[in-house]
């Protein structure tokens, strides 16, 4: 069972390079999460999807954009990165159904990403 | 913004020991979930709490959800190395939104 796949596992970026993460979820989740985690902060939301063509800021948007195309996929951007952006990121999607209670997030392994 | 306070931040644990952990917020949530993490990983979903008051178990793991909706803990009983990570509680208002999630306690074996 596949889930919540990310790509790259693993990247280093100089200053100022672009990249572009990829989530792909094979459990037909409406919702699309990304999230970064840095030491003794816990998670924190950069961006949401509620849906295919909808997107949302989070917690901590700036420096970052999000395109949600297909359902099954998420993009997270970095058109400019910046030493503050070395983290690790994580993808999450849940089910959601109008007027129930809040579904479950399942995460992918992370992107863990180094800006020199 | 809400806040999410976890505690302790961190524990070490003997085998066969139980383990306890709480979060506390400053405001109400719907839905409760406690998450674990191990080291190069996502974190797992362990139980999702959806009631105020409610009692969840999941093997060796017990979480409740708080009558006032501001706090829930997990409960581990009877610990093992593998219980050894970073435990997350989350809180969630309503069916899709965001989570807000604590700082999370690293559960630790004692030397």
């Known amino acids: 069972n596949a889930g919540v796949t990310q790509t790259p596992k693993f990247r280093v970026l100089k200053t100022g390079q672009s990249m572009t993460l990829l989530c792909a979820q094979d459990?037909?989740?409406?919702?699309m999460y990304w999230y970064r985690q840095d030491p003794g902060m816990g998670l924190r939301l950069i961006h949401y999807s509620v849906g295919e063509g909808t997107t949302a800021k989070g917690e901590v948007p700036d420096g970052y954009n999000v395109s949600r195309l297909k359902k099954q996929n998420f993009l997270l951007g970095l058109e400019s990165a910046a030493p503050s952006q070395t983290s690790v990121y994580f993808c999450a999607s849940s089910y959601s159904r109008k007027g129930t209670v809040g579904q479950p997030q399942h995460f992918g392994d992370g992107t863990r990403l180094s800006i020199l | 913004g809400q806040q999410l306070n976890q505690s302790p931040q961190s524990m070490f644990i003997q085998e066969g020991e139980d383990v306890s952990m709480n979060c506390t917020s400053s405001s109400i949530f719907n839905t409760w979930l406690w998450y674990k993490q191990d080291p190069g990983e996502g974190p797992v979903l362990l139980i999702a709490l959806y009631k105020a008051g409610e009692l969840t178990s999941n093997g060796r793991l017990t979480a409740q959800f708080g009558i006032t909706r501001k706090d829930s803990f997990l409960n581990i009983s009877a610990s093992i190395p593998s219980d050894v990570g970073i435990y997350f509680c989350a809180g969630q208002l309503a069916a899709g939104n965001k989570l807000t999630f604590g700082g999370g306690t690293r559960v630790l074996v004692k030397p």
């Open positions: 459990m037909n989740h409406e919702y």
